[in-house]
């Protein structure tokens, strides 16, 4: 267990992986951190900016000289929120050892777990989901993981709460305000509308903690939505990876109206693929269009509840950046808990390359389609469980604090119907408030601050 508030001294810590590399880097944060630097013979060049020294530190004998970069944060203007230090050199295991006890022989003490992080979550920078996130990030052990880590990061989860504790308290205010003059008979708040806003809040709540809820589910099959513009080769795909002529192919754009569902194995998943009509703005009205929009939207619940969305684009379309760029932004709209995989079809030409996390595929030539049946694989085995320990743990923390919110808030509107006197509400609203401060961290506890952050490594 760590001490909480003990943010005085300055830390130390190898900040690399511990695995070979060319470069290697140690991090130091605390007030004496410049002056650190300088007691290894290194001479920052300002106090007051961000800036790069090229030097050379002593390490004694066996070691001698070894050329060290160092970037300094002279201010509180750092990730930590306190004056910082990297030191970069090569990435040797010993060498970095070395400087670590140089550092400490002159002033610096061992960084404990996560102290890195929770100074900089401590200082503001970060907000306890977002520092969960920072941890999931450090043992992200698949791609997969790492991604979601990093949406939280994003503020995915915290964002939302912070939005929703913000509102809660508005009205709380308003509610304490109209306790003041329960004498004189004055509301702030009606009791239709403070009942209306609660139930709102009670419901989005719920969503979010369903949201997290999936993560866990223990499914037996699992959906994936092919997503993208008409004659991208969805349909064509979704043969391909079944192995039969299920969906219709032509090279008319509008082809799939209805979503095509087609159950096949993959690895040990059963998964149910939906083909869905091409993403189109429908805007007449003929029985045509008519039919269009019907399928436009059936498309799109199919891609809401799907777990994996498949998103294709024509990769020799000469509008791919475009397209690309029109399906990741409609993802990032639609974003649930689902994962996104990212599929460039017709790639015929064994020459034509994409980036990833674009997987080149081409049904003319059975290109990437293995790739694909091991990315979805993978997703799924991220999806069915098999999520770093950190991020599961994030889930269930926030889940219990979301419920406990959730439930304040029932509470409350319960009051609020009885006709129960308004400081009954305030208390439940005051609670719900808390807990959905735990998510965030905006209120935290030694406790919960010991359970984050001592499951971080050391140098994190
Ligand atoms: N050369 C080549 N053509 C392909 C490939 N995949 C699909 N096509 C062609 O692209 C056209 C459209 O394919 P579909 O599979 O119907 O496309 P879709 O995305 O389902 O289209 P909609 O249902 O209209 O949204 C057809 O003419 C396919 O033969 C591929 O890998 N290589
Ligand atoms: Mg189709």
């Known amino acids: 267990m760590m001490g909480v508030v003990e943010v005085g001294e300055t830390i130390v810590a190898i900040a690399t992986p511990s695995t070979p590399a060319v470069r290697g880097a140690i991090r130091m944060s605390g007030s004496e951190a410049i002056e650190i630097v300088r007691r290894l013979g290194i001479e920052p060049t300002s106090h007051a900016r961000p800036h790069c020294v090229d030097d050379q530190v002593d390490l004694g004998e066996p070691l001698g000289r070894v050329p060290v970069r160092a970037l300094l944060w002279p201010t509180a203007r750092s990730y930590t929120g306190q004056p910082s230090v990297e030191l970069h050199t090569y ?31 401590l200082a503001g920078r970060l907000d306890l989901a977002q520092a969960e996130a920072v941890l999931g990030v450090i043992d992200a052990e ?42 004189e008979d004055i509301q702030f708040i009606e009791d239709g509308q403070l009942t209306a806003r609660l139930t709102l809040m009670a419901e989005s709540l719920s969503k979010t903690r ?17 997503r993208g513009l008409p004659n991208a080769g969805k349909s064509s795909l979704i043969n391909a990876m079944a192995g039969r002529d299920a969906a219709i192919v032509t090279d008319v754009a509008g082809t799939t109206r209805d979503v095509v569902a087609i159950t096949m194995q993959i690895g040990d998943f059963d998964v149910t693929f939906a083909d869905t009509a091409g993403l189109e703005f429908v805007e007449g009205d003929s029985p045509e269009d008519q039919i269009m929009r019907v399928a436009q939207s059936l498309g799109g619940r199919a891609g809401h509840d799907a777990d994996i969305r498949l998103w294709c684009v024509d990769v ?128 935290y506890t030694d406790d919960i601050l010991d359970r984050v952050f001592s499951r971080f490594c050391i140098g994190k």
């Not at 010993?94 to 979550?121: K, N, W």
């Not at 993560?215 to 099959?221: A, F, G, H, M, P």
């Open 316 to 443: 020799n379309h000469r509008d791919f950046i475009v397209h690309a760029d029109q399906m990741r932004r409609l993802a990032n709209e639609k974003r649930r808990s689902s994962i996104d995989l990212w599929v460039a079809t017709k790639c015929d030409d064994p020459a034509c390359l994409v980036e990833p996390p674009w997987i080149a595929t081409s049904v003319k030539t059975g290109r990437g389609l293995e790739t694909l049946r091991q990315s979805i694989e993978r997703s799924l085995e991220q999806v069915s469980g098999n999520d770093s320990a950190s991020v599961v743990g994030t889930a269930a923390r926030c889940r219990g604090s979301l419920l406990a919110a959730e439930q304040a808030i029932e509470a409350a509107i319960g009051f609020v119907r009885g006709g129960d006197g308004h400081e009954y509400v305030s208390s439940e609203l005051r609670l719900a408030a808390s807990f959905l401060g735990e998510v965030t961290g905006a209120v």
């Open 210 to 226: 369903e949201q997290l809820e999936l993560r866990r589910e223990d499914k037996s099959n699992w959906t994936l939505a092919l």
């Open 91 to 121: 990435g040797s295991l010993p060498i970095l050892q070395s400087l670590v006890d140089a550092s400490i022989a002159v002033g610096a003490r061992a960084a404990r777990p996560g102290e890195f992080t929770m100074r900089a979550f």
């Open 142 to 183: 698949s791609r997969g993981a790492l991604d979601h880590a990093l949406r939280q990061l994003a503020g995915n989860l915290s964002k939302p709460i912070e939005r929703l504790r913000g509102e809660l308290l508005d009205l709380l205010a308003d509610v304490e305000a109209g306790l003041d003059f329960v004498d």
